[in-house]
């Protein structure tokens, strides 16, 4: 009676070692699936900021290029003979005495004298 009472704690005892392990083994599957799953999440974070600043980069560059521009546009605009050529073709601007002539597929289609 007693070696079955023995045998019966020995069984208990084995089974909530069991029950421990499988316990212990799937409290360690559930910690590296979050592990895993937030290096992940980390990972297509660190992807992303990289292509925003790519794209940054690359509109950084048009920026300066158009300030670049807009700079050179600048200093001609300081000269007053640019100013009055850019005045006659933007804006129609005439000397006296000239004409505007429009003129579609090689015929005058209206002409504009300035008094």
Excluded: W
Aim: glycine share 2%.
């Amino acid at each position: 009676m007693e070696n079955s009472k023995k045998n019966n704690t020995i069984n208990r005892n084995k089974k909530k070692e069991n029950n421990h392990t499988v316990f212990l083994t799937f409290s360690i599957f559930i910690l590296l699936l979050a592990l895993v799953s937030t290096i992940f999440a980390d990972c297509m974070k660190i992807y992303e900021n990289k292509k925003m600043t790519k794209e940054y980069s690359e509109k950084r560059e048009l920026l300066l290029e158009e300030e670049a521009s807009l700079n050179s546009e600048i200093d001609k605009l300081q000269d007053p003979d640019y100013v009055a050529r850019y005045a006659r073709e933007r804006y129609g601007y005439t000397k006296d005495g000239e004409k505007i002539l429009t003129i579609i597929d090689g015929q005058v289609i209206a002409a504009a004298e300035n008094n």
